[in-house]
C-alpha cells in the first residue's frame, strides 16, 4: 500500500487549496477512504471520508460545509477540496487507507 499526498502550501485565510492522494499497490475502488490532520502540538483529527457501500461522504462538525471529498477510482486519486480556510485548519493532512498513511501534506493558513 503507498500513499502520496500533494497540493498542501500557505494560504491566507478565506483561501482554498485541493489535496490530492494519489494511491496505489491495492485495488483503490474496493476501499474506504480518509483525511486525517494534525495540528502542531496536537493529536489527530479524523476530518472526512468517503465509502465506498452506496459513496457515502462523512465530515467532521468542524469543516463541515468548508471541505469536499471525492475520488477518482479510474485514477485511484482520492481529494479534498478545501474552502474558506481558517488559522485553526493549519495542520499536515494525511490520507489514510487500509490502516495505512501517506507521509502527510502541510497546510499552513496564515495572514
Known amino acids: 500500500v503507498q500513499l502520496v499526498e500533494s497540493g498542501g502550501g500557505m494560504v491566507q485565510p478565506g483561501g482554498s487549496l485541493r489535496l490530492s492522494c494519489a494511491a496505489s499497490?491495492?485495488?483503490?475502488?474496493?476501499?474506504?477512504m480518509s483525511w486525517v490532520r494534525q495540528a502542531p502540538g496536537k493529536g489527530p483529527e479524523w476530518v472526512s471520508a468517503?465509502?465506498?457501500?452506496?459513496?457515502?461522504?462523512y465530515y467532521a462538525d468542524s469543516v463541515k460545509g468548508r471541505f469536499t471529498i471525492s475520488r477518482d477510482n479510474a485514477k485511484n486519486t482520492l481529494y479534498l477540496q478545501i474552502n474558506s480556510l481558517k488559522l485553526e485548519d493549519t495542520a499536515v493532512y494525511y490520507c489514510?487507507?487500509?490502516?495505512?498513511w501517506g507521509q502527510g501534506t502541510q497546510v499552513t493558513v496564515s495572514s
Open positions: 468517503f465509502n465506498t457501500g452506496g459513496g457515502g461522504t
Open positions: 499497490g491495492f485495488t483503490f475502488s474496493s476501499y474506504d
Open positions: 489514510k487507507g487500509l490502516g495505512s
